[in-house]
């Protein structure tokens, strides 16, 4: 199969192909710059693997949670690659997609945290095992005193992956004693993505684009809402 | 050729197919309005949020409406700026990715020059040149019209947008957001005279506007009517007439100031506030004296749509001006700064190659 992945949720500006499990990735790290990268990379990525995008089998993406503008663009991507093609969507989570890149060699279970800004972090615990991530727990975004971590098996050790671990400091003494090892400059590449995504295609996990949308996790900011409403 | 025009500056997702032979082919709007309603004004996260849910939805919508499928869309057109960010760059990505997809050009328009296009698409379309009066949410301007993308500015408002008076004083008045369809509704029930409202800055030469004190001046008589107990529904009725028509005196005065200037007889109004039944009244009345032309959109296509997107990118495209591979998201966009139809456009209408 062929598969294009791409990843805008945070600094990093990522696209990959996934042909049938060879990963060709490209990456750059451009905050700020990804209505600039984007569509330029996604074109050279194509050329240089001497292909058309109606070559395409499927198309996957960093869906969240992560900057809410950088989601927005690479589900607007995704949206409109693949209903240009009529092909698929594999959503993918930004912090499974961390998970992966932190463990890929090194199986065992990881503690996802990313700084979600307004003194919180998006969090998320896994366990990777032989290429495959598995979530442990749902997805949350929360203070970093509130973070707590499942039950694991008495001999292994988590891995913490992700800039939210700057924050160590605020979380709870159990948390930070059980995570020692810490992986601060883990992010999400859109190669992970790749990855992950055939798996999930594999598992008949594809969606139509138009269901291809991001996943915020924090949905209720402080808005202020009209008196009564 | 058949142009699919996407508008998400702001908070309604616009969808609209084009075709340079045959005219509007079809359109789709989602107004987020009911959303916002709720927290006073548009919230831009959330506006963002609702385009990236109903944008594809309304492109299906458009090319099912019209009987066909996306092999028959030669171009597409997006809405580049001015707006909210966010919301542009979800228009931006989306179009970006689904020209690419399709093999097919892409442009980013602007806003604007939709809004001051859009009576293009009635039955008997003005002639170039024109004065246009662009009253809007955002923007309260008098533009010498030579031809597409050949505008000179000959005045704006100094503070807020005519729209935006509408909607502030809705709120004084009680009323929801957005506030200029129900401030005309209230002022149908107004007496008239019973309030005077000042038309600011028509005592001097010149074609700026100003409307802050205007609002100012409303906000100073809802409080005198509650403090002496004459606050009522007629009250509200008879500041939302006197409101009203402070503001649609001003424009008329500033527009024939303009036309007398610019010695053009066709005069333009276009972007949402041009769809107030007083103000084209009053202006068609003005332009019937001197035997002059006005014109304006339908109803439909005064506030945010995507037709006149798709009509804007239509005549930009056909000339062969196109973006190249950067999307493009540009919050604050002088339209003068627009390039003329002829000069050369590939990497956009912001960095015009010669
Ligand atoms: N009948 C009406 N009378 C007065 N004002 C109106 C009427 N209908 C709409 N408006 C006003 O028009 C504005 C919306 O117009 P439009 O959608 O063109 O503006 P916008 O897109 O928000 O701003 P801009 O186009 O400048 O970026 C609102 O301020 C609204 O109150
Ligand atoms: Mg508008």
Known sequence: ?229 | MRVLGIESSCDETGVALYDSERGLLSHALFSQVAMHADYGGVVPELASRDHVRKLLPLCEEVLSRAELDLSSVDAIAYTAGPGLIGALMVGGSFAHALAFALDVPVLGVHHMEGHLLAPMLEPQPPEFPFVALLVSGGHTQLVKVDGIGRYTLLGESVDDAAGEAFDKAAKMLELGYPGGPQVAALAEQGVPGRFVFPRPMTDRPGLAFSFSGLKTFTLNTVNAAKADGSWSDQTRADIALAFETAVVETLAIKCRRALQETGCRRLVVAGGVSANRHLRKVLSEQMGKVQGEVFYARPEFCTDNGAMIAYAGCQRLQAGQRDGDRIWAVPRWPMAELPPLDALCEDGLREPSN
């Open chain 1, 1 to 229: 199969m062929k598969l294009l992945a791409l990843d805008t949720t945070a600094e990093g500006c990522s696209v990959a192909l996934n042909l049938d499990g060879q990963i060709i990735e490209q990456f750059e790290n451009a905050p700020r710059m990804h209505t600039r990268r984007i569509m330029p990379m996604i074109r050279e990525l194509l050329r240089q693997s001497a292909l058309k995008p109606a070559d395409l089998d499927a198309l996957a993406f960093g869906r969240g949670p992560g900057s809410f503008t950088g989601l927005r663009i690479a589900a607007g991507i995704v949206q409109g690659l693949a209903y240009g093609l009529g092909k698929p969507v594999l959503p993918v989570s930004s912090l499974a997609a961390t998970a992966l890149v932190a463990r890929e060699q090194n199986p065992g279970p990881v503690a996802v945290a990313f700084d979600a800004r307004m003194a919180e972090v998006y969090w998320g615990t896994f366990r990777v095992e032989e290429g495959r991530v598995q979530p442990l727990e749902e997805e949350r975004v929360c203070p970093p005193d509130r973070l707590s971590l499942p039950t694991i098996g008495g001999d292994e050790r988590w891995l913490g992956a992700g800039a939210g671990w700057l924050l160590c400091d605020e979380m709870p003494k159990s948390v930070c004693d059980a995570v020692t090892e810490r992986l601060l400059e883990a992010i999400p590449t859109a190669g992970a993505i790749a990855l992950l995504a055939q798996q999930a295609w594999l598992e008949g996990a594809a969606i139509d684009a138009a269901q291809a949308q991001p996943v915020y996790l924090r949905d209720e900011v402080a808005w202020q809402k009209m008196p009564g409403r």
